[in-house]
């Protein structure tokens, strides 16, 4: 009972909402929030009038940082365990596993994305630092 009300409460959030509301519930760091947010908005403008698909760059982008919680060197690897924690919550998804991966696990700058998806992520990952509320947040990543 308590399930199908969970359902039905998920099933009225959309996308972003569900990913955000992961995001906060794993850490919720307040520069990794902003950071995340520019990366999808650079992410979905760079995707415009195209076929790809938006919903990849929303949950890459809420989950590819939330790693460096646990270490920043190591960060790719233990995101796309978190991605695994998402899917398993959210199964709806798992189709997309693949491509989720490439972009969380390809993210930094040594990375070498198979996907175009995980090219534009990497791209993204990159010029989220010169969005105008990254720049005026004076947040910086070392
Ligand atoms: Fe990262």
Redesign the pocket.
């Known amino acids: 009972m308590l399930e199908e009300k969970e359902e039905s409460l998920r099933s009225k959030m959309n996308i972003n909402e569900i990913c955000e509301e992961f995001f906060h519930k794993e850490w919720g760091n307040e520069k990794v929030r902003l950071h995340s947010s520019c990366m999808i908005e650079a992410c979905l403008n760079m995707i415009k009038d195209t076929s790809l698909d938006p919903e990849i760059f929303i949950i890459a982008g809420w989950i590819?940082?939330i790693g460096?919680k646990t270490d920043v060197e190591k960060?790719?690897q233990i995101s796309a365990e978190l991605l695994n924690k998402f899917l398993d919550e959210n199964k709806s998804f798992s189709d997309k596993k693949e491509i989720l991966l490439d972009c969380i696990l390809n993210?930094?700058r040594s990375g070498k994305p198979q996907t175009v998806y995980g090219m534009i992520f990497q791209a993204a990952?990159k010029a989220s630092l010169y969005n105008n509320r990254w720049i005026a947040s004076k947040f910086s990543f070392s």
């Open positions: 590819h940082d460096r960060h790719p993210h930094k990952d």
